[in-house]
T-cell receptor
Framework: EAQVTQNPRYLITVTGKKLTVTCSQN?????MSWYRQDPGLGLRQIYY???????DKGDVPEGYKVSRKEKRNFPLILESPSPNQTSLYFC????????????????FGPGTRLTVT | AQRVTQPEKLLSVFKGAPVELKCNYS??????LFWYVQYSRQRLQLLLR??SRESIKGFTADLNKGETSFHLKKPFAQEEDSAMYYC??????????????FGDGTTLTVKP
């Protein structure tokens, strides 16, 4: 089944304790992206990756890191989490962003609910 | 900054009534616009995209470049349409094709 998976689905942690949220897709998609969803603020893009070893900042990258060492995985790293990073995080992937592919849909993961105390 | 505006956070209609979810965008180039839907306890999924000019689940959306709008419409709302709806855009290919901007979302409630 074609899908985007995220782990963990729920995480409660403390301020300053490094954590990684994994994201994996099995559709051979070139493009992957991370979003956070907050009440009243909708979805905001954190980082995205156009292909392996190609990453770039979205609208709210502060406090986050990403890597894209292989096509299927796009982990989100919080080196020193803070309470304002408490949010619902979504990973998404898309076939591509160039030419006709720019109108392809993004496939979303189930979300990771993170609480930082 | 590129923006997508959904002016209504909450929208409530009765079953069978017409519904319109508003979306306005800012950008002078050729937009690539989408509507995504998130049903309760489910992941976001694509509803429709402007390039396809399609009708999905009775919903349509027309791109109005003059008004920079991409409103989502359905003539007769159903209870199963109750969900969160996001309008989204992607920058054109030759600009920064990886950036996606979503609106704040509109929660639609269809009452019986």
């Amino acid at each position: 089944e074609a899908q985007v998976t995220q782990n963990p689905r729920y995480l409660i942690t403390v301020t300053g304790k490094k954590l990684t949220v994994t994201c994996s897709q099995n559709m051979n998609h070139e493009y992957m992206s991370w979003y956070r969803q907050d009440p009243g603020l909708g979805l905001r893009q954190i980082y995205y990756s156009m292909n392996v070893e190609v990453t770039d900042k979205g609208d709210v990258p502060e406090g986050y890191k990403v890597s894209r060492k292989e096509k299927r995985n796009f982990p989100l790293i919080l080196e020193s989490p803070s309470p304002n990073q408490t949010s619902l995080y979504f990973c998404a992937s898309c076939k591509g962003t160039g030419g006709a592919e720019r109108n392809y849909e993004q496939y979303f993961g189930p979300g990771t609910r993170l609480t930082v105390t | 900054a590129q923006r997508v505006t959904q002016p209504e956070k909450l929208l409530s209609v009765f079953k069978g009534a017409p519904v319109e979810l508003k979306c306005n965008y800012s950008y002078s180039g050729s937009p690539e616009l989408f509507w995504y839907v998130q049903y309760s306890r489910q992941r976001l999924q694509l509803l429709l995209r402007h390039i396809s000019r399609e009708s999905i689940k009775g919903f349509t959306a027309d791109l109005n470049k003059g008004e920079t709008s991409f409103h989502l419409k359905k003539p007769f709302a159903q209870e199963e349409d109750s969900a969160m709806y996001y309008c989204a855009r992607r920058l054109p290919h030759n600009t920064n094709a990886g950036k996606s901007t979503f609106g704040d979302g509109t929660t639609l409630t269809v009452k019986p």
